[in-house]
């Protein structure tokens, strides 16, 4: 005759405790939605300490942003994140940035990333998806134009400015928000 309790504690547990199994996906797309991260990859090896420059610099001018550091290991990671709208911002030497809008370079074996400047910092650059918000972009542009630790440069490069950036370069207000509709709208999946 079968022991209750034994079939309770050596089958049912077991099995009820690996089924209800939490993964972390679902709370780091909560980080990324409660944090603005800016990513950056460790084999450009300045691109990461100078993500944290500009994060100090947002903490004094846009606070509610929470800026935090994400370094990816490699290219491959940041070409997956990118190319899959996870995360929408990068700091990338001038260089890599042109590999990542060409495919080429360090890029080579992937195809090409649609990136706009941000902000340009000289050889480093920090770039957004175009589907990012022009009211957003124009914030950080506005954030760390009135930090006053960086000097603007003129993009030089064949990357497109982001309309938002553009717009406080050119001294114009702040564009509206999207609404809910079109903010569900950029978040879906491109396929």
Known sequence: MLNRRFFIKFIIFPIAFVTMGHAPWG???????????????????ESYPFSKTIIESLEETLPEARARPARARGFRRVYNLLSTDQMPLV??????????LY??????????????VVYNFGELLLLARPKMPDSHTWRITDAIIRSGKFMPSINNTEIPIHNGSNIRFLNLPIPEEPSEKEENKLKEPIL
Do not use: C, T
């Open 91 to 100: 700091v990338l030497s001038k260089n890599n940035a042109i590999s990542l």
């Open 103 to 116: 495919g080429s370079g360090v890029f080579s074996k992937f195809s090409p990333v649609k990136m706009q």
């Open 27 to 45: 709370q780091w797309k909560v980080y990324r939605m409660r944090h603005m991260l800016f990513l950056s990859v460790i084999e450009d090896p």
